[in-house]
């Protein structure tokens, strides 16, 4: 199966798939973190080519809601954003899924199908991570382990010990994926369509 990961850089879920035999390329503007199969280009120039299957993870910056207080400083910037999950979204692949943290998504395009969390796979940490799905299954926990430890700020406001693990708060290094939801995702979805069927009769 041909397999697009949009707008990532560490090679996490790309790996995942190309570990079970599909021909899977990551695809981001940055380079690759690791080796293995990159184009370093926008996304948007490669939706045509092909893929049984994208996965896109679209920078959340400018959409997750944890940075609500800003947006009305940045609507241009949201408006773009938003415009680029559209396309993503309406690309002519046949299965696809986009990941995001809650977000404007929701609530300016449509509902998330599934809101899913890393502790349902292997992962003791909470992050509220939403995907929008197109002909794909929801994904079903692999491994559910706590839910993990939570700090309180100065402010009184409540975070997950991994954020304060990450610098507080780091875009780059919070934006990583986690590697138990991509081995899901490739055992789950790096399957023929038909089997989806089956599963649902």
Not at 60 to 72: E, M, N, Q
Request: hydrophobic fraction near 40%.
């Amino acid at each position: 199966m041909k397999v697009l990961i949009a707008c990532e850089f560490s090679g996490i879920v790309r790996d995942a798939f190309a570990a079970r035999g599909h021909d899977a390329w990551s695809c981001d503007i940055l380079p690759t973190e690791r080796e293995g199969q990159h184009l370093q280009c926008d996304a948007r120039e490669v939706l045509s080519d092909g893929w049984d299957l994208m996965i896109a993870h679209p920078p959340c910056t400018h959409l997750a809601v944890s940075g609500a207080a800003w947006f009305h400083k940045k609507q241009n910037e949201q408006a773009e954003a938003l415009n680029f999950v559209r396309c993503l979204l309406a690309a002519p692949i046949e299965r696809i899924a986009l990941e995001n943290p809650v977000s404007v998504i929701s609530s300016r395009i449509r509902k998330p199908d599934q809101i899913i969390q890393p502790w349902q796979f292997g992962h003791e940490i909470s992050k509220t991570t939403c995907l929008w799905l197109k002909n794909l299954p929801r994904l079903k926990p692999t491994n559910i382990v706590g839910r993990g430890v939570f700090r309180t700020s100065p402010s009184g406001r409540r975070y997950p010990e991994w954020c304060w693990n990450t610098g507080g708060g780091s875009g780059h290094k919070r934006s990583v994926f986690f590697t138990g939801i991509a081995e899901a995702m490739a055992e789950q979805w790096g399957v023929p369509e038909q089997a989806f069927r089956l599963e649902a009769a």
